[in-house]
């Protein structure tokens, strides 16, 4: 069984945020799993494990971006004539 015990303020702190908004869409999107603790009256109370805040921060996290490709023209065959 997981350890579900970060809440959204827990994840703003990490990540430098201040929005809850941030998390929370991440939560509905099903991008971060998380458990409702609360008993669904007023709103619900979220609780995270450290194993699917790590995940979804390192599926989030740049990578460095491969360089293109040069592209090579083709050689003409000197005996082949143009007619466009």
Excluded: H
Aim: proline share 5%; net charge positive.
């Amino acid at each position: 069984m997981m350890n579900y015990k970060l809440t959204v303020k827990d994840c703003l702190e990490r990540i430098a945020a201040t929005k809850p908004e941030t998390i929370l869409n991440a939560i509905e999107k099903g991008e971060l799993r998380a458990v409702n603790i609360g008993n669904g009256l007023l709103r619900p109370t979220w609780r995270i494990s450290e194993a699917d805040f790590a995940a979804w921060i390192e599926k989030r996290t740049a990578r460095p971006m491969l360089a293109p490709q040069k592209r090579t023209r083709r050689r003409q065959e000197a005996d082949v004539i143009k007619f466009f």
